[in-house]
């Protein structure tokens, strides 16, 4: 099973003067170990390319809910201090496994490739050399059977996290996932919980054609019983891992393939994050623009130019995409009085879908305009990079859309 490696950076261009975002490497499986291990691009929080190897650590425990940026420094939304250590957001997510690996011996891994390969992204990497084979278990290309396996074994008391090589997978696990998984706790009288994480990346890549660029949010958010996060950054990516690994809910954790080269500086000390709260990236006093992963950062890129244009956008990273963190978005909403809701999932049947629908319910007396959603096109994602682009919401639509909601 040949799976892809990109060195990829956050996101595709936003527009013709941003070609910074664009990163040429990509590594398959076939490349030799010493290729793996040599240097890879990377694109900061700043939107600065560089060059930089693996690296990880762990320290001390502290509970943080919430990560606010400053207008002045919002690029870097999520870093809290200037100490700590930088880390890609795979390994960012391999560090927040492996310290809850040492701190609870039930926890463990499985799915393709996971083991001594590493993951098809690498998250995995090293965790079968230090925690032995039957705590990173290899599966067979089987979804349904190895999610199932993973389901049993949350019902017997281990923590275990089931990998996808691709979200896009995960369709073929959708009966344990949305009868088991979802609905045992309930089912069962409340005999059995089901402390499980499902995690794997997903979202537009480049070119990966339409089977392998699969938001699968919209199919999952409708099963009772489970809870969905989306991280965009190395430093919520660590937190909101070891908050759903701690959990003992089932927890989906959706990781976009164009974000695991983002580096950023976390702190040493250990934190975990609320899976259920957003994320204030930028505040604002015009209108309330509501967005998670990927579109966090063509949303930022729209936001400077909407600053040099005279507008205030305040930006949301909702992170938790069930449940909505309605106290946060609804602060934001009798401020600004103005909502655009911005994501890379489908139009038809949406994250943005259910947000708008929940804002109407809650907070319609505080709207002086209707609630704007921009989303991809209800159509297979095209092979070719042009088409590929032109399905996915970009920087110039927001600061168009903005601009409509402001008149």
Request: with cysteine; hydrophobic share 40%.
């Amino acid at each position: 099973m040949a799976s892809l490696f990109q060195g990829v950076g956050a996101l595709t261009p936003f527009s013709a003067n941003s070609n910074s975002y664009l990163l040429p490497s990509r590594t398959t499986r076939s490349l030799s170990l010493s290729e793996r291990k040599g240097r890879i691009f990377v694109v900061r929080s700043d939107a600065r390319v560089s060059q930089a190897l693996n690296s990880g650590a762990r320290k001390n425990e502290l509970f943080i809910t919430n990560a606010v940026a400053t207008k002045e420094n919002s690029a870097a939304a999520s870093t809290p201090s200037k100490p700590g250590h930088e880390l890609l957001l795979f390994e960012a997510l391999r560090e927040g496994l492996e310290e809850e690996m040492d701190r609870d011996p039930t926890v463990c891994v499985m799915g393709e490739d996971v083991g001594h390969y590493g993951g098809s992204y690498k998250v995995t990497k090293g965790l079968a050399t230090k925690f032995g084979d039957l705590r990173v278990l290899d599966t067979p290309i089987a979804e349904n059977s190895f999610t199932g396996m993973g389901i049993g074994a949350a019902m017997t008391g281990l923590r275990p996290i089931v990998e996808g090589m691709n979200m896009g997978f995960l369709l073929l696990a959708f009966n344990q996932i949305s009868n088991n998984c979802g609905m045992l706790h309930y089912t069962s009288g409340g005999q059995f919980k089901i402390p499980i994480v499902i995690r794997g990346p997903g979202g537009v890549g480049r070119q990966l054609g339409a089977e392998h660029s699969q938001r699968l949010e919209s199919y999952f958010q409708s099963i009772p019983g489970i809870q969905m996060v989306a991280c965009s950054t190395p430093y919520n990516a660590k937190g909101l891992m070891k908050a759903a690994i701690r959990s003992d809910n089932p927890v989906i954790l959706f990781e976009h393939v164009l974000l695991y080269n983002l580096k950023e500086r976390i702190p040493d000390e250990e934190y975990v994050l609320s899976l259920e709260e957003a994320e204030m990236v930028r505040p604002g006093e015009h209108v309330t623009i509501l967005t998670y992963s990927r579109m966090r950062y063509h949303v930022m890129q729209a936001a400077k130019t909407l600053v040099n244009k005279g507008y205030d956008p305040e930006v949301i990273d909702i992170r938790s995409l069930k449940p909505f963190d309605l106290y946060t978005i609804g602060n934001s909403v009798k401020k600004t009085h103005r909502v655009l809701i911005v994501e890379e999932c489908m139009r038809t049947g949406g994250i943005g879908a259910s947000l708008t629908a929940a804002i109407n319910e809650n907070f319609h007396d505080y709207l002086d305009a209707p609630i704007v959603c921009l989303s991809s096109q209800d159509v297979p994602t095209p092979y070719a990079g042009t088409l590929e682009e032109w399905t996915v919401v970009q920087p110039a639509q927001v600061v168009t859309a903005v601009e409509q909601l402001c008149q």
